[in-house]
């Protein structure tokens, strides 16, 4: 219950405070406007615009955090909020707005303690529950435990439209297939869409259109679906929609809007060879003195690279310090990179004097959101939206005078694969407008001066000068119902790549370089492989992403450039004298596979041996053969510092019973005499970080699991989801829990999501009602075997006695002992066998949405389960609140008119509205699973009492 001193407190919050809280500036006019608009417009509703148009260098990053004030002071704000940048390293600066509030946030930040009150009451959060949930999610997978955890609470995600596009249409990259439904329910509700540099992607705005309409017309009432703002710089058709522009821009950007950026337009003529002339304009800067911070931008990762190689290989490789900023990097080496000094004095207000000058090579991932100032500019041919971006690096702030510019074209014999005509016909345009000067042809790229001219284009002819991606397919209504079968795909279901780019499949694969024993053997996994990759599964920061096609073409031997926009180009022989091996990565151990380049799929995380070379300091170098770095401890211990997941080290541990020791305690000491022993700086660091691990009854079980003299594993990690492992009933394995305890828990969990989320009261009823029968299944005495380590004798005696029955145990009792005697075939669980598929018949209900939640709630039955014969079939029983259960477990869900019933709920419900309710109940299940056992059931109402819900089996 919300109480006065909560309201009194959650009244104080000011936009300004809280915007100079988190950034330490004040905020821009037209931030406090916007936020204004946004927050006081409407008490019914917030007042978002369909269309923001802010020049380069605004602040529209910042957008993140009005939304999240929004979110503090307005009862019907969005709970999420999705930032789109599809630019894989931008993605990542863009994300550092939202890390930082998180953070601050979590540390409990007294100038934020207002804005902290305030968002606490105003989305109902209880004083258990976080404040802020944050997830970055690029390239082709992102992090591999990402995941929305809750549906109430308020939460940041800031990625590209390949990772949050799949996930919106049910085929998340990188997320297993059972989870997908999860994200694409929470993603079309109550949530806020962000797309900036919206101009390039008009296939994926075309999708974000339609499932909208979806939304807003499918049978199930909220009053916040999904909202869609197209957010740019270069602004095209506007008719229609609402829009919010800059205004009358304060001092701060007035200057940067008002400067002067003439710019050299260079003779094609004179451009034979783009590396050598590009070296020789540079080289021509830096001698004449008068520039500190030298740039160059490219259309391709590979012309990058040869323009930095040939200057620091030329004779001014000793004038000055250089840099090379392309996409395709890991990014904690980004991260590195971008804390050299020569780096941090590229800022706009870096205030850093080096003894030499910096010359930064880039690609167009500097294009968006970078905070990097060049006093001498020098760029390739490109589309007009594409060179106003790029010119928002040159003078930003508008305080420099002297600056240098000078675009560079080249004579083309055919179309160019990046940007197609549009380059040339940008070229003749600027020509026709330009002032002819002693050096040749100027046109000025100042803001002001530039959109005076743009000004004067119709619509047409603006389109033809600016890059554009394909408008794909629409997003038709089969189509989304075809996708909404995520257990069951159909044979003609469409490539989602068409719906998010316009075009097939572009997705990237994710390369991570790992130290491997050196009898590694790419055609024979060994389990020391398989168990290293599992223990120490790869995380974001070591993770480097390239498109499909070139990840082939490295892997076949061969070289294939990448441009930092969507675009394929042409492979070309290395001249290697074989490929490279990969080690496709999987949550699931026995996944984990050697792959032939031909079987790479989008979303893949590839390993490869650090000896296959490809990467450098700089990032994506496929003509590198020199080892790379192994950074997977290096990137852990970035990201999470002490808060350790999993480390990889074999140890020897004797455990003896007599010693009087605990086993974290033997453990311990085990590490510090490894450490004492001399075997190297990275077995102590590995042993330092281990000895940090929480000393929690999880940890303890999974130390005394591996048992005896042998070599283990020691790990942890959080709590094994299902949407981490492949097998659905992972979860029931943790902690001893009884099953009425359990149901009651997830039924009380439901109903309060459910009612928090503001659904009607028959739909928390029927969510509650699901959540106290989604388990019952367990009480089969197959299940119940494998709950008590085999132990078939006490599964026996607990059959008929409600009290007794588990909905979660153990595998093995501690130390590893399997109990009782050998199990009969006929009494055994086998793989695939589905309990929630008999709860369905257990349960007896009528109504089809709780029958469909029930069965559902671990990701199968959309719209099949697994087909597996039950060879024994018997009757399970199990009595819950005085109401008794029974049916048989040859339940033949499949042949009972399953797809037929999915169908009708889709109508019902709507193809997202259906996929929202079931995440609601899963959701409440996996927090709980993760209560019982870490032993903190918190923060749930009376089910008897209050608002309440009666529960009964004849809805």
């Known amino acids: 219950m919300r109480t006065g001193e909560q309201r009194r407190d959650a009244g104080r919050v000011r936009f300004e405070d809280f915007f100079s809280a988190v950034t330490g500036n004040t905020p821009f006019d037209w931030q406090r406007r916007l936020a204004d608009q946004v927050t006081q417009n409407d008490p019914a509703r917030v007042s978002w615009p369909d269309l923001i148009e802010l020049p380069t260098s605004a602040g529209k990053t910042s957008i993140q955090l009005i939304a999240a004030y929004a979110l503090a002071v307005h009862p019907n704000a969005h709970r999420r909020i999705v930032y789109v940048i599809d630019r894989r390293t931008v993605a990542d600066d863009a994300y550092e707005t939202a890390h930082i509030l998180r953070e601050r946030l979590r540390r409990g930040d007294p100038a934020l303690a207002p804005f902290a009150a305030s968002l606490r009451y105003n989305v109902g959060l209880k004083s258990t529950e976080p404040l802020l949930e944050t997830h970055l999610l690029r390239g082709g997978l992102g992090e591999p435990l990402a995941r929305l955890r809750s549906p109430i609470a308020p939460t940041i995600l800031v990625g590209t439209v390949d990772q949050l596009g799949s996930r919106l249409?049910?085929?998340?990259?990188?997320?297993?297939?059972?989870?997908?439904?999860?994200?694409?329910?929470?993603?079309?509700?109550?949530?806020?869409?962000?797309?900036d540099e919206a101009h390039?992607?008009?296939?994926?705005?075309?999708?974000?259109?339609?499932?909208?309409?979806?939304?807003?017309?499918?049978?199930?009432?909220?009053?916040?679906?999904?909202?869609?703002?197209?957010?740019?710089?270069?602004?095209?058709?506007?008719?229609?929609?609402?829009?919010?522009?800059?205004?009358?821009?304060?001092?701060?950007?007035?200057?940067?809007?008002?400067?002067?950026?003439?710019?050299?337009?260079?003779?094609?003529?004179?451009?034979?060879?783009?590396?050598?002339?590009?070296?020789?304009?540079?080289?021509?800067?830096?001698?004449?003195?008068?520039?500190?911070?030298?740039?160059?931008?490219?259309?391709?990762?590979?012309?990058?690279?040869?323009?930095?190689?040939?200057?620091?290989?030329?004779?001014?490789?000793?004038?000055?310090?250089?840099?090379?900023?392309?996409?395709?990097?890991?990014?904690?080496?980004?991260?590195?990179?971008?804390?050299?000094?020569?780096?941090?004095?590229?800022?706009?207000?870096?205030?850093?004097?080096?003894?030499?000058?910096?010359?930064?090579?880039?690609?167009?991932?500097?294009?968006?959101?970078?905070?990097?100032?060049?006093?001498?500019l020098f760029v390739q041919a490109a589309p007009l939206d594409a060179l106003r971006q790029r010119f928002g690096r040159h003078n930003r702030l508008g305080s420099s005078n002297g600056t240098l510019a000078i675009i560079v074209p080249e004579l083309l014999e055919k179309v160019e694969p990046i940007y197609g005509d549009a380059t040339q016909r940008t070229i003749r345009w600027l020509c026709s407008v330009a002032q002819r000067a002693s050096s040749g042809q100027k046109v000025d790229f100042g803001i002001a001066a530039m959109d005076d001219v743009v000004g004067r284009l119709s619509p047409q002819e603006l389109e033809a000068l600016c890059s554009s991606g394909p408008l794909g397919e629409p997003l038709h209504v089969q189509h989304a119902r075809n996708l909404a079968r995520s257990t069951s795909p159909c044979i003609d279901e469409p490539d989602v790549s068409i719906f998010l780019h316009g075009e097939p499949a572009r997705a990237d694969v994710q390369l991570v370089w790992r130290e491997l024993p050196k009898d590694y053997d790419i055609g024979r996994l060994s389990e020391e492989v398989k168990d290293d990759l599992s223990a120490a599964p790869p995380c974001a920061g070591e993770m480097l992403s390239i498109p499909v096609y070139a990840a082939r073409s490295f892997l076949e031997g061969e070289k294939a450039d990448v441009a930092d926009v969507p675009a394929e180009l042409e492979s070309t022989r290395q001249g290697r004298r074989h490929g490279v091996k990969a080690i496709r990565w999987s949550p699931d151990k026995d996944q984990i596979a050697a792959v032939e380049p031909d079987q790479i799929r989008p979303g893949d995380t590839l390993v490869l041996p650090l000896s296959a070379g490809g990467s450098d300091e700089f990032g994506w170098s496929p003509d590198r053969m020199d080892s790379v770095s192994d950074l997977s401890l290096a990137a852990y211990f970035a990201k999470n510092g002490d808060r350790v997941r999993a480390a990889r080290m074999r140890v020897l541990v004797a455990f003896d019973p007599e010693d009087g020791r605990t086993v974290t305690e033997r453990v311990d000491d085990a590490l510090t005499n490894k450490c004492e022993s001399g075997d190297g700086l990275l077995e102590r660091e590995i042993a330092r970080v281990l000895m940090q691990v929480p000393k929690d009854q999880r940890t303890i079980q999974l130390i005394q699991a591996a048992g005896g003299n042998e070599h283990a594993w020691v790990t942890w990690r959080e709590s094994v989801r299902d949407d981490e492992d492949p097998n659905a009933d992972a979860s029931s394995f943790t902690v001893r829990v009884g099953l009425t305890d359990h149901l009651e828990h997830v039924a009380a969990r439901a109903l309060d999501l459910a009612q928090r989320c503001g659904l009607l009261k028959e739909l928390c009823e029927k969510l509650s009602l699901a959540g106290l029968l989604h388990d019952l299944g367990k009480a089969d005495v197959r299940f119940q075997t494998v709950l008590r380590g085999g132990?078939?004798?006490?599964?026996?005696?607990?059959?008929?006695?409600?009290?007794?029955?588990?909905?979660?145990?153990?595998?093995?009792?501690?130390?590893?002992?399997?109990?009782?005697?050998?199990?009969?075939?006929?009494?055994?669980?086998?793989?695939?066998?589905?309990?929630?598929?008999?709860?369905?018949?257990?349960?007896?209900?009528?109504?089809?949405?709780?029958?469909?939640?029930i069965g559902s709630h671990h990701g199968f039955g959309r719209p099949t389960f697994p087909t597996i014969e039950d060879a024994a079939p018997r009757t399970v029983r199990a009595r819950i609140n005085g109401v008794a259960y029974e049916a048989s477990s040859d339940h033949h869900l499949n042949a009972s008119g399953w797809d037929e019933q999915f169908a009708a709920l889709l109508d019902d419900y709507g193809i997202w509205g259906l996929a929202y309710l079931e995440a609601i109940l899963r959701l409440a299940d996996h927090r709980c699973s993760r209560e019982e056992e870490s032993g903190s059931v918190l923060g749930l109402p009376e089910r008897d009492g209050g608002n309440s819900c009666s529960l009964s089996s004849t809805v």
Not at 169 to 195: C, H, K, N, Q
Not at 286 to 312: C, T, W, Y
Not at 350 to 358: K, L, M, N, Q, T
């Open 200 to 376: 390039l992607s008009p296939a994926f705005l075309d999708t974000l259109r339609a499932v909208r309409a979806s939304v807003l017309a499918s049978p199930l009432p909220h009053d916040r679906p999904l909202h869609l703002i197209e957010m740019t710089a270069t602004p095209r058709k506007r008719a229609g929609r609402t829009v919010f522009a800059l205004g009358r821009p304060d001092d701060r950007i007035a200057q940067r809007i008002s400067c002067s950026k003439p710019a050299l337009i260079r003779d094609p003529i004179q451009t034979r060879d783009l590396v050598a002339a590009f070296a020789a304009l540079v080289e021509e800067a830096l001698g004449s003195k008068s520039f500190r911070r030298l740039g160059v931008i490219v259309n391709r990762v590979g012309l990058a690279r040869e323009i930095f190689d040939a200057l620091r290989k030329g004779g001014s490789k000793d004038s000055a310090d250089y840099l090379l900023f392309i996409g395709p990097i890991r990014p904690y080496d980004r991260k590195l990179l971008y804390e050299r000094s020569a780096a941090v004095s590229l800022k706009a207000q870096s205030h850093e004097r080096r003894a030499h000058p910096v010359v930064a090579i880039c690609t167009q991932t500097i294009e968006v959101g970078a905070d990097i100032d060049f006093d001498a």
């Open 791 to 853: 132990d078939l004798i006490g599964a026996l005696r607990a059959e008929g006695q409600t009290e007794n029955l588990l909905a979660k145990g153990l595998r093995r009792f501690a130390g590893g002992v399997q109990r009782s005697v050998a199990v009969p075939m006929s009494e055994r669980w086998f793989p695939g066998m589905r309990h929630e598929a008999i709860s369905v018949a257990m349960a007896g209900v009528q109504d089809p949405l709780v029958r469909h939640l």
């Open 169 to 195: 249409l049910f085929r998340g990259y990188g997320v297993s297939e059972r989870m997908r439904p999860v994200a694409a329910g929470l993603l079309a509700y109550d949530t806020l869409w962000i797309v």
